[in-house]
């Protein structure tokens, strides 16, 4: 059974970056699949962040684009996400999940604020 | 890119049937058969209730099904249930993006 469990700092400085990690448990991100951020404001919708493959190529939603990478490190088997000038308006819920033609599974989120 | 566009909240009465729209372009729900739905409860992650425009993961009900038409997806929730009211999201899967609707809450009376 495939699972994923986000870490990361819960509280961010405005202009600061956001890290989060996105372990993976009972599948090698070596064996495919694209793996992928969302996020969800607080009482807003879900929004796709980007996502990696395994090979280390990338898409990211353009909104986000100048501020965002994505990183992959399949000898941990385990993939990050960067957010660089954070504002409060990037205060939200981060998943990790698996991407393919759907989104699942699915981290059980990790809420990040940002806030001085 | 634009998110796709849902209604922003439906209702129905137990056992009632309830349809919930998903409106994109030809770039996304209409070129591709990656249609995808997720329901979501207060506090917790979205989940995969169906996929590729109208199958069911294992363990779904068939009370839930998803169908299209042009750009726009559709979820057909059968014979509601209290446990069914929840935020309901649809997304298209493109070669390079993944893109999500608004969400729609719904109730059951």
């Known amino acids: 059974q495939v699972q994923l469990q986000e870490s990361g700092p819960g509280l961010v400085k405005p202009s600061e970056t956001l890290s989060l990690t996105c372990a993976v448990s009972?599948?090698?991100?070596?064996?495919?699949?694209?793996w992928g951020w969302i996020r969800q404001p607080p009482g807003k919708g879900l929004e796709w962040i980007g996502s990696?493959?395994?090979?280390?190529?990338?898409y990211y939603n353009p909104s986000l684009k100048s501020r965002v990478t994505i990183s992959v490190d399949t000898s941990k088997n385990q993939f990050s996400l960067k957010l660089s000038s954070v504002t409060a308006a990037d205060t939200a819920v981060y998943y990790c999940?698996?991407?393919?033609?759907?989104?699942?599974?699915w981290g059980q989120g990790t809420l990040v604020t940002v806030s001085s | 890119q634009s998110a796709l566009t849902q209604p922003a909240s439906v209702s129905g009465s137990p056992g009632q049937s309830i349809t919930i729209s998903c409106t994109g372009t030809?770039?996304?729900?209409?070129?591709?058969?990656?249609v995808s739905w997720y329901q979501q409860h207060p506090g917790k992650a979205p989940k995969l209730m169906i996929y590729?425009?109208?199958k069911r993961p294992s363990g779904v009900s068939n009370r839930f099904s998803g169908s299209k038409s042009g750009n726009t997806a559709s979820l057909t929730i059968s014979g509601l249930q209290a446990e069914d009211e929840a935020d309901y999201y649809c997304?298209?899967?493109?070669?390079?993006?993944?893109?999500f609707g608004g969400g729609t809450k719904l109730t059951v009376l």
């Open positions: 999940a698996r991407l393919f033609r759907y989104v699942g599974p």
């Open positions: 009972g599948y090698s991100i070596s064996s495919g699949y694209y």
């Open positions: 990696i493959y395994h090979s280390g190529s990338t």
């Open positions: 030809s770039s996304d729900v209409g070129g591709y058969n990656y």
């Open positions: 590729d425009v109208s």
């Open positions: 997304s298209s899967y493109t070669s390079s993006s993944t893109l």
